[in-house]
């Protein structure tokens, strides 16, 4: 093992037989001396091992014999497994409260990481680096000399060193809570496997027509209605908000009326009726919703939601390079094990556009970074399609796309088929209530009586 200079330092090696007792002999005087000149240090806190039997998430588990919780277990006989093949993966453990971390570590089983690094977090969501391994080669790995707080630790692989997944024996996280102890996991404990970071979207595409709640017939209303009462984390629109021609005064008088009742808590994106303004290409989209659809200055934008990563696109423009060349960036710096991205125009669709090309080259991208769900508009039905590659090739390693375009405008019907899609919804207005969890997602198409239409599978991140 190589050794890592102060204060990051990997323990390797044995000391020689012949100095022990010369170093044994040294230690009782120093240990002697300090107790005689510095007794007040007796109450000090002492950096011990703080992790064992915590509760512990993993991005994936290889079965229910390798489960999170046997990293933490103190037995060496047991391990959690990844599942293989992929990268990231990761492993978390909640110490209970925020502690002062001095070491770290890792009992490799034979399925190591060759790159990996330690992190600590406050809530779960926010990670700051303490250790980095560039050249694991397994084993035990001794991160020495640390210094970090939080509450949360991480360890997060990057790139495996075999083809198999990552396995750990074991986790020890060495510190202490500045003499006080762990504050208790607030009741009821989550299971060691439950993962943490759930939360609920609302989504839907091609959305208000110019008409209000005073017309029975209006549907955005009554779709709107029913994203507020799902009350979920936040809400997504994949594009054609507001028709025909997406003025700022027809924003206004209709979308404000019914989706303007939660536009904070809104992450939208335009579609092509956005560009139809007089006043210009997206102009009144621009002026309604202003820094919400524009967080980062462009109308293309990222941010992250418990563990996930989320990518909101502009399709109108992706024959522009600012846009590939901004997607391929964000995807390079993202920490995130989930991926899920949107936009208007869908690659592939059953519906009376049906497949759109413009859309292909994103999601090679997409699909290169392992992406996992793509969220699209244009059609206006509901479709979710089996994961697969950009070629339409069915695989278990794609991506799935859901056309979710019933959110309020005038109904298409279905017209030619397409391989891989498994459930179409024609004529019945809804929403998408997205279910995310630290490892995977699913969701349900409900419609405007209620009712949960469609309930999709259950898939776990790449």
């Not at 200055?297 to 399709?315: R, V």
């Not at 969220?375 to 056309?403: C, W």
Request: proline share 6%; hydrophobic share 35%.
């Amino acid at each position: 093992m190589r050794l890592h200079p102060q204060p990051l330092q990997r323990l390797t090696g044995a000391t020689r037989p012949g100095t022990v007792a010369a170093v044994l002999a040294a230690v009782l005087l120093l240990v002697g001396g300090l107790l005689l000149v510095a007794p007040a240090r007796a109450g000090a806190a002492v950096d011990t091992v703080i992790s064992t039997g915590k509760p512990a998430t993993a991005s994936s588990v290889e079965g229910s014999s390798y489960g999170a919780q046997n990293a933490f277990d103190g037995n060496a006989a047991t391990r959690w497994a990844s599942i293989e093949g992929k990268d990231p993966q990761w492993l978390r453990v909640d110490l209970g409260a925020t502690a002062t971390v001095s070491r770290v570590t890792l009992n490799w089983e034979a399925a190591y990481g060759k790159t990996y690094r330690v992190e600590l977090s406050d809530d779960g969501s926010t990670w700051t680096r303490i250790a980095n391994e560039t050249a694991g080669n397994g084993g035990t790995d001794d991160w020495t000399g640390l210094s970090g707080k939080g509450r949360y630790l991480r360890v997060y692989g990057t790139a495996r060193g075999t083809s198999y997944g990552y396995s750990l024996y074991g986790v020890e996280v060495y510190g202490n809570f500045g003499g006080g102890t762990p504050t208790p996991t607030p009741t009821p404990s989550p299971s060691p496997t439950t993962p943490t970071g759930a939360f609920t979207v609302v989504a839907a595409g091609d959305i208000a027509a110019q008409c209000t709640a005073a017309d029975s017939a209006c549907a955005h209303p009554k779709t709107a209605a029913l994203a507020q009462q799902i009350n979920p984390k936040f809400y997504l629109t994949m594009g054609d908000n507001q028709y025909d021609d997406a003025r700022i005064s027809d924003y206004r008088a209709y979308y404000d009326k019914s989706w303007g009742a939660f536009k904070a808590k809104t992450h939208p994106i335009p579609g092509n009726h956005e560009t139809y303004d007089p006043a210009g290409s997206l102009a009144g989209y621009k002026e309604y919703f202003g820094a919400i659809a524009y967080p980062q200055g462009k109308s293309y934008y990222s941010f992250d939601e418990g563990n996930w990563h989320f990518i909101a696109l502009d399709s109108n423009s992706f024959d522009q390079t600012a846009q590939i060349d901004w997607l391929k960036a964000d995807l390079a710096k993202n920490a995130k094990s989930c991926i899920a991205a949107y936009w208007h125009h869908p690659l592939y669709s059953s519906g009376g556009h049906g497949n759109d090309p413009v859309s292909k080259p994103v999601w090679k991208i997409l699909y290169a970074a392992k992406a996992d769900l793509i969220l699209n508009g244009h059609d206006h039905h509901y479709e979710r399609f089996a994961p697969q590659d950009p070629d339409g090739k069915a695989t278990s390693a794609g991506m799935v796309e859901i056309v979710g375009g019933m959110g309020g405008a005038e109904p298409y019907d279905i017209e030619t088929v397409q391989p891989n899609s498994q459930k179409r919804i024609s004529g019945q207005y809804g929403v998408l209530k997205l279910d995310f969890t630290d490892t995977g997602y699913g969701w349900t198409y409900v419609g405007i009586d209620g009712q949960v239409k469609d309930t999709s599978p259950k898939y776990s991140c790449h």
